[in-house]
Every structure is written in structure tokens, then in C-alpha cells.
């Protein structure tokens, strides 16, 4: 690579790994790389000299089946991958001086955090977010291409203020017993007045439903999101 400038979040449509990208994260957050950040990789065309790729898994249990020929109908990250994808930004920062910041767009001075669509041409009017702007780099060949959704782009915000927490030491592993309580009462709080089902992932070998710690305050902060 020419330098490193940028992070970009892509969607596979299909399973981990996508081997075009630098890193995949699968749906349970487990990270796998493709090729050393020394080397291009082929999933942003014409930035691919100075964007550090991620793919992220959509297909599976986690996702439930929905409609790929509709891109309003692309699955958000779980939160698992929320999470894999800051340890990857947190990484890049340290190891290449990455910005822990939003990349505005895809034009050569652009730096941060990423969204492959940035990249692209075409009427992107009844989305969320834009696609490329006037001098920006080209991502893909693919005109309308929504890579990676709107719900993954809207995710940028977690993904940056967890890498931020991870490059400053937050380490939410290591709270006291009084914390831990407070947020198990919280969780039960929050899940009797959203009357929500929640999906949760099983630990295979058990019949009890498992949440990590961390899994569980991006739940408690997603909801609160939900009601602002």
C-alpha cells in the first residue's frame, strides 16, 4: 500500500470470509484477515492503495433471511461484529495512524473511518446516507451499489466510540461487583419497559442464553438510542 488512510465497511453478501478485503468479521465478532495491511486489497478499486478493508458476514442464523436484490433490506452488524470491527479501526490506529474520526468522503485527502458506498456512483436519493461526491476516489464498478446498508453506515458511530474506548484503555471487563449489579438491573429495567424480543445468541453447549458484558451495554446503549 502507498499509506493508510482509511478504514472501510463493507457488507459480504454471504459468509466470512471474503478474501477481496484485508480482514472479514464474522457474525460471533471473530476477526479473520486475508492479507497483511503492507499489501492492497482488491475490494476498493481505485483507494485500495490507501483503504484498509473490512467485510462483514450477513448471512446466517444471526441475519435471518432476507431479500439481497433489495438494499434497504441489508442486515445491521450484531453486536458482536460492532465490536470486531473497533478492535480492527483501534488496531489500524495504532499500527498505521489511522484517524479515530469519520472519513467525510472518499476524496484523496479523506481519512478515518469509512463506508464502502462513499465510493460509488448513483442515485442513492432514497437512502440514508450518500454515495460518492465530485473529486471523490472510485470504490467500485458497480453504479448503485449500497454497500455496505444503511443500517451497517448507521453503525459507524458505535464502532468509532468503541475504538476510541479500546485505544484509551476502557476495558469494560473490569468493572466493580456494585457496576456489574447496577447494569443487571438496568438490562432487566430496560427489557420490562421495551417489551422487545431480543435475540440472543446460544452458547451450543448450553440451554441457557449467554450475553457477553460488552454485548450487553451496547444493548442497553442501542435501546436508549432507540428512544430519543
Not at 486475508?34 to 478493508?53: C, E, K, M, P, Y
Not at 453504479?143 to 443500517?151: A, E, W
Request: hydrophobic letters at 35%; aromatic letters at 6%.
Amino acid at each position: 500500500m502507498a499509506r493508510h488512510d482509511i478504514v472501510c465497511v463493507h457488507t459480504i453478501v454471504g459468509f466470512a470470509p471474503a478474501h477481496a478485503a484485508h480482514f472479514s468479521v464474522k457474525a460471533d465478532g471473530t476477526i479473520l484477515q486475508s492479507r497483511d495491511t503492507r499489501f492492497q486489497s482488491g475490494a476498493n478499486l481505485n483507494g485500495n492503495r490507501r483503504v484498509i478493508a473490512i467485510e462483514n458476514e450477513d448471512h446466517g442464523r444471526s441475519f435471518g433471511d432476507w431479500n439481497t436484490g433489495n438494499g434497504h433490506a441489508v442486515p445491521a452488524l450484531t453486536f458482536e461484529q460492532v465490536e470486531g470491527n473497533a478492535e480492527i479501526l483501534a488496531w489500524a490506529h495504532r499500527t498505521h495512524g489511522i484517524p479515530l474520526r469519520m472519513a467525510p468522503n472518499s476524496r484523496p485527502t479523506s481519512r478515518g473511518l469509512a463506508y464502502h458506498r462513499q465510493g460509488i456512483d448513483g442515485d442513492f436519493s432514497d437512502f440514508d446516507f450518500p454515495g460518492r461526491v465530485s473529486g471523490g476516489e472510485v470504490w467500485s464498478e458497480a453504479r448503485g451499489k449500497v454497500c455496505p446498508g444503511d443500517r451497517k453506515i448507521d453503525q459507524r458511530r458505535e464502532i468509532l466510540a468503541r475504538a476510541i474506548e479500546i485505544v484509551n484503555g476502557v476495558d469494560v471487563t473490569k468493572l466493580s461487583q456494585e457496576s456489574l449489579d447496577q447494569i443487571r438491573r438496568l438490562v432487566r429495567e430496560e427489557i420490562a419497559k421495551a417489551g422487545d424480543t431480543i435475540r440472543i445468541d446460544h452458547d451450543d453447549r448450553r440451554s441457557t442464553p449467554k450475553w457477553s458484558l460488552t454485548t450487553t451495554l451496547r444493548w442497553i446503549r442501542n435501546t436508549a438510542a432507540r428512544r430519543r
